[in-house]
Structures are given as structure tokens and as C-alpha cells.
């Protein structure tokens, strides 16, 4: 099927002109002033602390999803301007069950182009959210799809070509998590023990609003944010808890730890859970990666307070403060999950990321079909560069295993482990994955590879794939 052919018939499908359906949230009016020095930042700051947002959780059934200007609290009384989903800074957290049928409507209040991607969600190409089906300002699109796959954090932002990096920055992304039997049985800390943690880099103008100051190697912002809200703290009591985090930023790599020294109890990735819980002190997240961890606050005492802080920035990003003593008994099994092994790839791809906007020496053009991959083959896939990194390469369609790195850093990490839709390559490193394109949705679809780093990835930095 070419191109254009499928162009016509994504029109005659999706394109809904007229009105759109409203915000999920009552916009807040004014400006933010003086933002720069109301962060903390620093270990030792002494800044208030607010409250954490945490966003509303949704079913993703008839489900209308608008991408808009919005003005929004980041806590504290400070306003500021921002693009977002549902008026909401991050969006709505999507939340289903494996077998569930999603029916969303995208509804693009912007004055630019804008389609939603489901990153980590496996999808056919006309539910994916790829650059090809941007819709412009005032169009509405429509997915229906049916959620076969294993429980995770996956998430949701814009990616219409050249525009990725600024839609993100100002604000439009949200989480989506799918749950399944097998995470259930497992009975991991949830309701209010169970928190997603949207963390990213933000810049504002002299007002107080959101601004998008990119350059050529990646936007990285001036402040933190976690789930939209400068300096968070959330309020905990002496218990265990879940935090499902992402990398939400534009360019800025995150090496997450405890600023007592604690370890995170590391569960979980992209793909879900992991075989096994593996204690770690530090977690490197780069944009479009997720972790799911346990951290236990049941030795703490009432009135203490700990950190979670990124060690490559020295930001203080989120305060645990201890509020309340409860009785917490439970136990996390060491054993979590079977995940079955890919070995014996039929082929080898090679994949050099080139410069900021190259890969193997060719930019992303919407119509060209770079390569075609056979359904239900495993291959090899290796990525290499020869400078200009970090490049969080992400895959479309499917989740992979990492299998290797030689140079760099010349290792595999725990959370690295399991099923990956996003690794990242550092300069020097070629990194190696199995991956095999087997669902139902996969057959057919065109799919894109692509550089994370969203600046790179407008650049050009993405290739379009099919499989056959």
C-alpha cells in the first residue's frame, strides 16, 4: 500500500472537522512572576515546598483527549501559561486492563499541527500516532484499539514532524498504564501508595510562562519539574511505596537516587514488570524511559524527610516527608515475572545515528519507506555513533531486549533488563538488541525508528519502517 493510498484512507477514516469537545479542567487565569528563584534546586535550598499534583486517573473509553493552551498551577500560588492535554499539566493518567478497548478522540486546540503518540503501546500504524498522521489546527482524530499487552507505565505526547520537541516542552504529555492479572496477584503497594512521577526540565519567560528555548544538541530546561509542580514534596507515612517514574524531558538524561543513601527496590521498566526485584542505589533515566520502583519508608520516623534527587544536575527534585505512622507487614517477592527470552535473530541491521539528524546518512522524509521488517522474525538490531549523543533511541510497534554494549560505558544496567521500547546510546557505544515484530497489530503497519532526544528527532534524526 503507498503512501499516498494510505493518506486518503487515514482521511476518509479519522479527519472529523467542527467543534471539539471541551477541556477536562477549569483553566486557571494570571502569570507567573519570578519562577527562576522559587526552585530550590540545589541540595541544602531552603524554598517552600508544595504539594505534589498528581493527576487525575481516566478510562481511555470514549474518551475525548484536547490538546490546548492552558494556565495552569505549579504550586504555591504561581501561575503560568503552558500546552496541555484536558487543561491538565501533565495530562490525565489513562488507566486499563489488558483486553480493554481504547476509543479516544485527539481534539487539536492548537495553532499548529499535533497527533498523539502512545509510546509503548502496541498499536497498529493508524492508532500509533506517527508524524505522517499530524492533524492541523481544529481537526479531530480518531483511535480504536484493543490493549493486548503486558501491565506497564506507558505515556502519551505529541508527534507531528518538526514540532515534537516545542508541543513537549510546553507542557503536552501524560501517563497511560495498563494493568494485568499477573501484576495483580502480585499485590504491589497501590492507591495512594502507588504514584506516577512525570519528571522533566522547564524554562519560563520573564512573566512566569512557559518557553521553549531549543538549540541543535537538545533542549534542557533551567528548572525541574515533577508532575508539573515546582519544588513537590508529596506527604508520606511509614509504608511502602510505588512510584512509576518517566523521563519526560526533552534532552536532560536523569541519574535518579535517595539523598539518604537508600536503595530503590527496581521492579519495573518500559516493557513492565522485570523477572526479578534488584536493589539499586542510582537509576539513569533518558528522555522517554520509565522505571518502576518500590521505596520503603517504614523505618523512617514521623517528622523526617528524604530527597529524591538527580545526581548529574545536584537538583532536588521531589521531598518525601514523613507525616504518618501506620502498620505496613507486607513483603515484595523477590520473583515478579517469567519473560520469555528472543535468541537466534534470522538477520542483522546495522543503525549508525549520524550528527544530530542522520540515521545510517539519511534524514526522516514522511513518505519514504527506509526499510521493511518480516512479522514474526527475530532480528538483531545494532545501533552505533559516531558522536553527537546521548541518542535514547526509541522503536515504534514493539518492545525489545537489550543484549549488549561494547564502548562507552561498556555495560548493561539493571534497568535494562526485560522488555525496552527505549535505550540509550552514549557516544562511543554500540548497543545491541533482539527485537521481533509478532502482534496481531504489527502485520502491515509502518512504524518509525527514531532518536528520543526530541531535538535530534525534529531534525531528522527518524526513519520510517514497515512490516510485511
Request: hydrophobic share 40%; proline share 6%.
Amino acid at each position: 500500500m503507498s503512501m499516498e493510498h494510505e493518506r486518503r484512507r487515514i482521511g476518509r477514516r479519522t479527519f472529523l472537522w467542527g467543534a471539539a469537545a471541551s477541556a477536562g479542567a477549569v483553566a486557571i487565569g494570571g502569570a507567573l512572576a519570578g519562577i527562576p528563584g522559587a526552585i530550590a534546586g540545589k541540595p541544602g535550598g531552603t524554598a517552600t515546598r508544595n504539594p505534589l499534583y498528581i493527576p487525575p486517573t481516566v478510562t481511555p473509553s470514549s474518551y475525548t483527549l484536547t490538546a490546548a493552551p492552558a494556565t495552569v498551577s505549579l504550586g504555591g500560588g504561581k501561575l503560568s501559561s503552558v500546552w496541555a492535554y484536558n487543561g491538565l499539566l501533565p495530562g490525565p493518567t489513562l488507566l486499563a486492563s489488558r483486553g480493554d478497548t481504547a476509543t479516544i478522540t485527539l481534539s487539536n486546540r492548537l495553532s499548529q499541527p499535533t497527533i498523539t503518540h502512545w509510546h509503548g503501546m502496541i498499536v497498529d500504524d493508524l492508532n500509533d500516532g506517527a508524524p505522517r498522521l499530524a492533524i492541523p489546527s481544529l481537526a479531530t482524530y480518531n483511535y480504536d484499539f484493543t490493549i493486548n499487552q503486558r501491565a506497564a507505565m506507558n505515556w502519551y505526547h505529541p508527534h507531528p514532524h518538526m514540532l515534537t520537541g516545542e508541543q513537549v516542552a510546553m507542557g503536552l504529555a501524560g501517563a497511560f498504564i495498563v494493568r494485568d492479572s499477573e501484576e495483580t496477584a502480585l499485590g504491589l503497594p497501590s492507591g495512594v501508595y502507588e504514584v506516577p512521577l512525570v519528571v522533566r526540565d522547564a524554562t519560563f519567560d520573564k512573566v512566569g510562562n512557559m518557553a521553549y528555548t531549543p538549540r541543535n544538541g537538545g533542549f534542557e530546561g533551567k528548572v525541574p519539574l515533577v508532575n508539573g509542580t515546582l519544588n513537590p514534596r508529596l506527604d508520606v507515612d511509614t509504608a511502602r511505596y510505588r512510584f512509576r517514574v518517566l523521563a519526560g524531558s526533552n534532552a536532560r538524561i536523569f541519574g535518579l537516587a535517595l539523598s539518604n543513601g537508600a536503595p530503590f527496590a527496581l521492579i519495573g521498566n518500559d516493557g513492565g514488570l522485570l523477572e526479578n526485584s534488584l536493589s539499586v542505589n542510582q537509576i539513569d533515566l533518558s528522555p522517554g524511559e520509565r522505571v518502576d520502583v518500590i521505596v520503603d519508608f517504614r523505618d523512617l520516623a514521623v517528622g523526617s524527610s528524604v530527597m529524591l534527587r538527580d545526581l548529574r544536575s545536584g537538583w532536588d527534585l521531589l521531598e518525601f516527608r514523613v507525616t504518618r505512622r501506620v502498620n505496613d507487614t507486607g513483603t515484595i517477592t523477590t520473583a515478579l515475572s517469567t519473560i520469555t527470552r528472543l535468541s537466534d535473530p534470522l538477520a542483522t541491521r546495522n543503525f549508525s545515528f549520524d550528527g544530530m539528524s542522520r540515521i545510517n546518512g539519511k534524514t526522516y522524509e514522511v513518505d519514504r519507506i527506509d526499510f521493511t521488517v518480516p512479522f514474526g522474525q527475530t532480528e538483531l538490531w545494532r545501533f552505533s555513533t559516531a558522536g553527537n549523543a546521548p541518542h535514547p533511541v526509541h522503536v515504534h510497534g514493539a518492545s525489545f531486549q537489550v543484549l549488549s554494549r561494547t564502548g562507552g560505558r561498556g555495560r548493561l544496567f539493571p534497568w535494562e533488563a526485560g522488555w525496552k521500547d527505549t535505550v540509550l546510546l552514549e557516544d562511543g557505544e554500540t548497543v545491541e538488541i533482539l527485537i521481533r515484530f509478532d502482534a496481531a497489530p504489527n502485520q502491515g503497519s509502518l512504524y518509525v525508528i527514531h532518536c528520543h532526544k526530541l531535538e535530534h528527532e525534529d531534525a531528522g534524526m527518524m526513519a520510517n519502517f514497515q512490516v510485511v
